[in-house]
């Protein structure tokens, strides 16, 4: 937000994303940014506001949260941890208890007969205090099982741990899709499943995969702001973040099948000739024009003489 003498940068204001409205200017075909809130919409100036979305679906101009291929996991956990909270009270309880109990007669409950409108909410009541009859022990695993006449209460106790078995892999198989979905990885959150290089070697690229793709989002905004307060203050230059990579723990692995890489590029060049050099200079990432832009000072075979490219041997067709 600019200040009030229009010379500088006063602060920084983050507008909710849920309150942006996009559409296209029929006759600019540019994006237009509305915020919606309480009251009138508010038209966001572009020289002031930047919308900028880690990640986007199709060629909608909406961005897509991170977080959102989560939110079913996320939920399943949610599940997942009333069920154990759940487990773990019937634990302290040591068994899982099923009882089945005989209808009492309306007589035993008071009633006329099964006319009587008072039986349905009699039954009710009758079962109700035969189950906290029951549980009102089960913290001390005693459990009470009384009889009606002739036709007693059968319990049956079910061992807990046989009804848990599964309960930890189907856990940690959801905390995998979450963390999954988040963009991160096991190891990040203190789980490992191995610690061989050849697994780092994998998993550490993804990981600066990742924070050179929220990188590029945040220096897309920063440098924003910094060339706007450049604008304001009058100053003819243009301000570019980009942020130091770290540095790679296998620079010597790297350097090494770089190397492999070249010495397999010139074995090919001297057997297919320049027909090669193609293939190479789409690999290394070069076009013509490149040895015109490269300053002075830059002379690799200085003091070298560069290496002979071997002739090849014309052969002869039968």
């Not at 200017?25 to 540019?30: A, V």
């Not at 915020?35 to 919308?51: A, D, F, S």
């Not at 990885?185 to 993804?206: W, Y």
Request: overall charge neutral; proline content about 9%; glycine content about 6%.
């Amino acid at each position: 937000m600019p200040a009030r003498d229009r010379r500088s940068v006063e602060r920084v204001e983050v507008v909710p994303g849920e309150e942006i409205r996009i559409r296209r200017d029929p006759g600019t075909r540019e994006l237009v940014y509305t915020q919606v809130g309480r009251g009138e919409q508010i038209t966001l100036n572009p020289l002031t506001y930047r919308y900028v979305a880690a990640s986007a679906r199709g060629r909608s101009p909406y961005g897509l949260p991170l977080f959102l291929a989560a939110l079913f996991a996320l939920d399943r956990k949610r599940q997942l941890s009333d069920s154990e909270q759940r487990v773990i009270n019937l634990m302290a309880r040591s068994a899982l208890i099923t009882a089945s109990a005989p209808v009492p007669t309306p007589q035993q409950v008071g009633c006329r007969d099964e006319n009587d409108p008072n039986y349905p909410a009699a039954v009710s009541a009758h079962f109700s205090r035969i189950a906290d009859l029951i549980t009102a022990g089960s913290a001390n695993g005693l459990y009470l099982a009384p009889r009606f006449g002739d036709q007693p209460i059968e319990i049956e106790a079910t061992p807990i741990t046989q009804s848990v078995a599964g309960l930890s892999d189907i856990t940690n198989s959801n905390q995998l899709r979450v963390w999954n979905a988040l963009r991160t990885l096991p190891f990040l959150r203190g789980k490992m499943d191995s610690t061989t290089q050849a697994l780092a070697q994998v998993v550490i690229p993804l990981v600066h995969a990742h924070a050179i793709h929220g990188q590029s989002v945040h220096a897309a905004v920063i440098a924003y702001g910094a060339n706007l307060n450049l604008r304001l203050q009058g100053i003819p230059a243009t301000a570019e973040l980009k942020f130091a990579p770290p540095r790679s723990p296998y620079q010597l692995d790297e350097a090494t099948a770089l190397l492999r890489r070249a010495e397999a590029h010139t074995k090919l060049t001297a057997l297919f000739g320049p027909a090669w050099a193609q293939a190479a200079m789409r690999e290394f990432d070069v076009v013509d024009g490149d040895a015109a832009r490269a300053p002075d000072w830059w002379n690799p075979t200085s003091g070298a003489s560069a290496p002979d490219t071997p002739t090849p041997t014309p052969q002869e067709t039968p």
